[in-house]
């Protein structure tokens, strides 16, 4: 008989009972008092996740979909926008871009490297008409973590927006919108908001909702300017994920309850957990030092597939955990450790990823990455995670 399914991907991730319940309560319709009330109570909470004073609006798309409605509402045809490419989601805000008319200016990084301030502040430097940089807060693909908060500081004086996707970061490690001069945050529903996928958030700074004012939007779905007008009467431009947003109520309760201090320290050490039984393993991560506090990325060792790696845990151990992306594909594992995840959950991972390389044909030696794994995470949670002025990590 397998074991308890352990969900440990980069998303969707596992949720809370609470809000399983919430998602599963009856129908009420979008346009009613019930759901404007519901709108009503959760903008606080949302401007408590999101660190703002901004408005926070819902939207009926994936992440991706955030995206979309970003660009294509604060850019005309032509504009010049820079593009941090890191992986997978870095080339999508290219694509993006690209798709409206944008011209493009790219920052291709190797895979597991994080951007410098210092880097972005020469492109614009070559760039003076560039209008936005358009980065992840964490390159899910690879596990990097970029420096916003740095980067805030490049933009804030210039004629320059920070479009940050935060769909693996917000949540999960801190990204407080106006303490990092962020123009544009966004993040998905099915990564540290514990939530089926299918629901996005956005906020924009007044700067940004300033630029949007200039711009004709181009397509009749995403139209933010709308979207604030129903927002701030505690309703939604077209029909609503009903059962999503009440789900998200219950979501962002327990962000409350427990605080985004108490949740960072957690992913923190879960983080630190993980990147010590992989060491302890004598496998190589892929981003050595500036790594999301959400998953982390394993190189697997010379000839080892990871694919047969992902098989093996998933139906021996019930332990699903992600591979590569794009040219990465066989040579990485992810193991997702955000949201309604616990140091059980990522013993259980550890433990499963050693016995697929194992089954893969890899040597590993090591019989204490176990314990090596949970002296980092009580000796994390101890000494608490690292502040924004702190470098390694953030």
């Given amino acids: ?97 690209l798709s409206q008319g944008l011209e493009v200016v790219s920052l291709v990084l190797e895979a597991g490297q994080a951007i410098s301030a210092a880097q972005v502040q020469e492109a614009l430097t070559d760039h003076p008409d560039t209008r936005a940089v358009l980065v992840q807060a964490s390159e899910t693909s690879t596990g990097v973590l970029h420096p916003i908060q740095d980067l805030g500081v490049v933009t804030k004086n210039l004629d320059v927006l920070l479009m940050v996707d935060g769909i693996s970061a917000v949540g999960i490690s801190p990204c407080p919108m106006d303490a990092w001069h962020i123009d544009c945050l966004l993040t998905g529903s099915q990564k540290g908001l514990m939530l ?112 047969l790696v992902l098989k093996v845990a998933a139906e021996n151990y019930n332990v699903i955990m992600a591979g590569g992306q794009g040219e990465l594909k066989k040579s990485i594992v992810r193991l997702g450790h955000m949201g309604h995840v616990d140091w059980t959950d990522v013993l259980a991972g550890l433990y499963a990823l050693r016995q697929g390389i194992v089954a893969a044909g890899g040597y590993l030696a090591s019989r204490t990455f176990l314990e090596n794994a949970l002296h980092a995470y009580e000796q994390a949670l101890r000494s608490g995670y690292p502040r924004c002025t702190e470098k390694e990590g953030v």
Avoid at 227 to 235: F, V
Wanted: hydrophobic share 40%; glycine share 6%.
């Fill in 196 to 307: 089926p996928p299918g629901l996005a958030l956005l906020s924009l700074s007044s700067r940004a909702w300033d630029k949007v004012k200039t711009v004709q939007p181009e397509n009749f779905y995403f139209n933010l300017l709308s979207e604030r007008d129903k927002s701030l009467n505690n309703q939604t431009l077209f029909t609503s994920p009903v059962n999503l947003i009440q789900g998200l109520t219950v979501s962002l309760e327990l962000f409350r309850q427990t605080t985004l201090e108490a949740i960072y320290s957690k992913q923190w050490a879960l983080t630190q957990m993980a990147r010590a039984g992989v060491a302890s393993l004598g496998l190589e991560l892929l981003a050595p030092t500036s790594f999301t506090w959400g998953l982390t990325a394993i190189k697997m060792p010379p000839a080892v597939d990871g694919s």
């Fill in 1 to 97: 008989m397998l074991n308890k399914l352990k969900l440990l991907t980069p998303g969707p991730t596992p949720l809370p009972e609470d809000v399983r319940l919430a998602l599963a309560k009856d129908m009420i319709h979008h346009r009613k008092a019930d759901f404007v009330r519901i709108m009503e109570r959760i903008q606080p909470d949302l401007q408590y996740l999101f660190g703002t004073q901004e408005q926070v609006l819902p939207l009926s798309c994936s992440g991706t979909g955030a995206m979309y409605a970003a660009v294509s509402n604060l850019f005309t045809r032509g504009e010049k926008v820079l593009v941090v490419e890191g992986g997978k989601f870095g080339e999508r805000w290219r694509e993006i871009a």
